[in-house]
């Protein structure tokens, strides 16, 4: 199963890679004119947050807190290294844990959850705003 878990993270975060790629500052902070409605650059942020937090999570064994290291939500050149960056951070950590406790099985769970959730709600966005889809988009 974390076999599994590990493959389809990675799948989301390839998929985020090529999102970002398609992306202006513009396209970055449109919102929808519906109650808390998020721009696609809030749900990067959140994202590129949670990444970092669930990383440091695998490593500790336990949750330690949400914190994200993103300064800017318009730019698709800084959202594009932190997604980098935190997918790189989470490989290292990954390669280095040694005690698979049933406790990270359920930080991998869930941090493949929050990515697939963000996933559906940023392709509601998208389809919205009338801007493409990369094909990687497994749900599209």
């Not at 500052?25 to 749900?43: M, Q, R």
């Not at 991998?108 to 940023?122: C, D, I």
Request: charged share 25%; hydrophobic share 40%; net charge neutral.
């Amino acid at each position: 199963m974390q076999a599994s878990l590990i493959k389809h993270l990675n799948n989301r975060f390839i998929s985020y890679h090529d999102w970002i790629r398609g992306l202006s500052s513009e396209d970055l902070k449109a919102k929808l004119p519906v109650k808390k409605n998020k721009s696609l650059g809030e749900h990067f942020w959140c994202l590129i947050g949670a990444r970092e937090s669930y990383t440091r999570a695998l490593q500790a064994g336990v949750w330690v807190g949400f914190d994200c290291s993103l300064e800017s939500i318009e730019s698709p050149e800084k959202i594009q290294a932190k997604l980098e960056s935190s997918a790189q951070t989470f490989h290292q950590v990954l390669a280095a844990v040694d005690d698979w406790s049933e406790a990270r099985q359920e930080i991998l769970l869930q941090l493949l959850e929050h990515e697939t959730m963000h996933e559906g709600q940023m392709i509601r966005q998208m389809l919205a705003l009338e801007l493409k889809l990369p094909k990687s988009v497994k749900w599209a």
